[in-house]
């Protein structure tokens, strides 16, 4: 059974930074495209950063770039979301998912196989 289990959400002011992980269960971590998505309150799903099955190959939303950076350590199963910079409209729901894809990375919400529960960010004014 595949789990993706999010942490590191939470309260920050506007500036401020946090660390997202999701650790993955159940399945052969290095063989997975990972990528994060967001959903805000009353907004459709959103594609934030993906990350290749080696980390060599990665992909961001444009209003994101410069900001956050997506990394993985197949050791520990675990993907990460740096979040540096955050701005109030960076509220949402942040969530892990992963797609067995032998090259590249996926923007596609609809393309991912397996999704974590999400980690609630907000980011105060």
């Known amino acids: 059974q595949v789990q993706l289990l999010e942490s590191g959400g939470g309260l920050v002011q506007a500036g401020g930074s946090l660390r997202l992980s999701c650790a993955a269960s159940?399945?052969?971590?290095?063989?997975?495209?990972l990528g994060w998505f967001r959903q805000a309150q009353g907004k459709e799903r959103q594609f934030v950063a993906a990350?290749?099955?080696?980390?060599?190959?990665?992909d961001y939303l444009d209003s994101v770039k410069g900001r956050f950076t997506i990394s993985r350590d197949n050791a520990k199963n675990t993907v990460y979301l740096q979040m540096d910079y955050l701005k109030p409209e960076d509220t949402a729901l942040y969530f892990c998912?992963?797609?067995?894809?032998?090259?590249?990375?996926?923007?596609?919400?609809?393309?991912?196989?397996?999704w974590g529960q999400g980690t609630a960010v907000t980011v105060s004014s």
């Open positions: 998912a992963a797609h067995k894809r032998s090259f590249g990375t996926i923007t596609v919400a609809g393309d991912y196989d397996y």
């Open positions: 990350i290749s099955r080696t980390g060599r190959i990665t």
């Open positions: 159940g399945l052969t971590f290095s063989q997975y495209t």
